[in-house]
């Protein structure tokens, strides 16, 4: 039986967990003292004592911590307490637990234990994670916290008090959606390469000017031989770059994919949603169904080609923007994305869908800013050195039509009860969202606007704000009025 | 009437043009001091951008009062927006929701439904202390775009108008 009124500490193995979690934080100073080494000439004996040190270190720091790490249940509050030089007592009440997930890397896999998450509702930001548990174990505390905090929701909701005597739904049997080793690998093969590429060099860049020194001192022979062919050859060589970049971001996409999606499953449940995946670290992640603010799907023109499309659902949060409060799933195809909206948002088959334009001036607005705007800066560095003149015509050239087409490419599409919005030409996405998710409404109208009749409507969730861009006044202040109107006419609750 | 709408749902329940309409006559006008104290709010930054911009006339090789110019037309422009735009200010209490409008260059209207109120603050800066003035800040779930500030409000009123807002979005909660 499970006893939680006594302090508890997790596995013993816990420390092993811990200790590879803290020695990778450690491999940075490790990576100082090489260059320390490499800087004074210091022999090989001052690096392995460094590291040695290092090791050290951090297993009997992760002693210590794994000692003062307890857990347990007091007051109807879950309680850790914990901290080695700062002793800290972080509690949550029952009813402020949002979900518990249950995962396990690698590490945790060879030792058979599983880790232990609690997010909270709320701003508090404070970890609650147990490192280290028996799988059986973790299970039965997720289980029991989960139904505390349903018994301490239906407490307070006097009308819920039936579903107190309902059992945790089983989640259905059959995944709704279910990633193939194969899609997994599309998946990783038509991430935007781009993106990545461009990111990987701003690291790069940042990396190595941090530690100029270091490097300068490795290649300064042969910057110093090949200087002329450097300068010479940086049309050649910085394609070259732009390409390695490109191979190495689509073989990190690939294995990354693997790592994270690699047996994705999706499963929708009477009360919650649930991914599990990943290769070498199973993550289970839920997200309760009146938790769910609202569900986006895009695409990207790799994608497009297979057929596949990344789905997002959101979830309330004070952190709208962060990551960890949505569960994405890419690689859906087209019927999965169906059945899901149709388990999920039902409303939307509740009759036709009416659908809206933004206002043609969006195309004027989109190619000022993103076309003529940059082309006139590029343009105006043209005194300065001649060939930016080119550059300046050809942004404008590439600028216009992208601008064109993504600003023809804006709807609102709505029924009685709920909306999409569709944006996007090469990285099209949508956002589906019922109006009694709506936290508030807004109608922002600047003086270009005012003069052409026009305005954007802004919607505001627990998981964050949509907007729909240029709509015609009349219209954007009858959507309004009709959302204001299926809010405060609503009794569900939106979370 | 019906064919004013130009949204026509497949199922109407309702009709839309029989929804409560969110109108200018909602609206209820701020404090006149609100103004004032907006003044002399940009007054004071009028003072001492003009100030430097003398030090900068003086020093530099420009006639003293070249940048002072600039700067007066600057503000006096600033002075007119405000007082064109405080015509625009105004907020609603209607029977289920709470609106705020403002912006003369750049004009919004949010509104908060009450079963959508996460709680509500009065708040009142130095300066407004000196013209009794006070806001009343309305808070959701949904970020601070999303929250609703109404300024320019007597400070006994600021207070009424909170106890109003919390009694009936308590009614939700």
């Known amino acids: 039986m499970l006893d939680l009124s006594k302090p508890q500490r997790q596995s013993k193995v816990g420390i092993v967990v811990l200790f590879f979690k803290h020695l990778r934080k450690a491999v940075n100073f490790i990576f100082y003292f090489f260059i320390l080494k490499y800087s004074t000439n210091s022999g090989m004996i001052f690096l392995w004592a460094a590291i040695a040190a290092i090791v050290i270190l951090t297993l009997v720091y992760s002693i210590l911590v794994y000692r003062k790490f307890l857990f347990y249940v007091e007051d109807d509050q879950f309680v850790i307490d914990k901290g080695l030089f700062k002793r800290e007592k972080i509690s949550v009440p029952f009813e402020r637990i949002q979900s518990v997930h249950i995962d396990q890397n690698i590490i945790q896999r060879a030792l058979q234990v599983v880790g232990l998450k609690i997010d909270t509702a709320g701003s508090s930001t404070k970890e609650m994670e147990i490192a280290a548990l028996p799988d059986a174990y973790a299970r039965s505390i997720q289980e029991f916290l989960i139904d505390k905090k349903n018994l301490e929701d239906s407490e307070n909701q006097i009308e819920n008090i039936e579903s107190e005597f309902e059992e945790r739904p089983k989640l259905s049997s059959k995944p709704m959606v279910e990633l193939s080793f194969l899609d997994v690998l599309k998946v990783g093969l038509t991430e935007n390469h781009l993106k990545t590429s461009f990111a990987l060099f701003a690291l790069i860049n940042g990396y190595f000017w941090q530690n100029q020194d270091f490097f300068s001192n490795f290649f300064i022979d042969y910057i110093e031989e090949g200087q002329e062919v450097w300068i010479s050859k940086w049309l050649l060589i910085l394609p070259l770059l732009l390409i390695t970049l490109l191979l190495i971001s689509i073989v990190s996409s690939v294995i990354l994919s693997v790592l994270k999606y690699y047996g994705l499953q999706f499963m929708v449940s009477s009360k919650e949603v649930q991914k599990i995946s990943g290769l070498l670290k199973r993550t289970e992640y839920q997200i309760p169904i009146d938790k769910i603010q609202f569900l986006k799907y895009s695409s990207n023109p790799l994608r497009k080609l297979f057929g596949l499309k990344t789905v997002v659902i959101k979830q309330a949060s004070s952190k709208a923007s962060s990551d960890k409060q949505s569960l994405m799933m890419p690689g859906c195809k087209e019927f999965q994305l169906e059945a899901i909206l149709n388990e999920l948002f039902p409303e939307l088959k509740l009759s036709s869908l009416i659908t809206f334009k933004a206002n043609p001036y969006l195309k004027v607005q989109m190619a000022l800013l993103f076309a003529v705007l940059p082309s006139i800066v590029i343009g105006l560095l043209g005194f300065v050195e001649p060939d930016f003149l080119i550059l300046s015509i050809l942004w404008l050239l590439i600028g216009l039509p992208f601008s064109y087409q993504y600003a023809s490419k804006m709807y609102l599409d709505l029924n009685s009860e709920a909306m999409c919005l569709r944006k996007g030409w090469l990285f099209p996405k949508t956002e589906i969202l019922k109006y009694y998710k709506l936290q508030s409404v807004a109608l922002r109208q600047n003086v270009f606007q005012k003069r052409r009749n026009i305005a954007h409507l802004d919607f505001y969730t627990a998981a964050g704000s949509l907007r729909m861009w240029q709509l015609d006044a009349e219209i954007a202040v009858e959507l309004y009025n009709y959302m204001l109107y299926k809010i405060e006419n609503s009794d569900k609750n939106w979370m | ?173």
């Open chain 2, 1 to 173: 009437m019906i064919s004013d709408s130009k949204i026509k749902f497949d199922n109407p329940t309702i009709e839309m043009s029989s929804l409560p309409q969110l109108e200018d006559v909602d609206f209820q006008k701020l404090e006149k001091d609100y103004l004032w104290l907006r003044v002399t709010f940009i007054s004071i930054l009028f003072l001492i951008v003009a100030c430097s911009s003398l030090i900068i006339g003086v020093s530099s090789n420009l006639d003293w009062w070249q940048p002072l110019i600039i700067v007066t037309v600057i503000f006096s422009l600033i002075y007119m927006v405000e007082w064109k735009g405080f015509k625009i200010k105004g907020y609603a209490i209607r029977q289920y929701d709470v609106s705020f409008k403002s912006g003369l260059l750049f004009f919004s209207m949010t509104s908060v439904p009450f079963n959508r109120v996460q709680h509500t603050e009065v708040s009142q800066s130095p300066l407004a202390r000196l013209f009794d003035l006070g806001e009343v800040k309305v808070f959701t779930a949904g970020g601070a775009s999303s929250d609703i500030t109404i300024s320019g409000l007597k400070v006994e009123e600021a207070h009424r108008l909170k106890d109003h807002i919390t009694k009936l979005s308590s009614k939700y909660a």
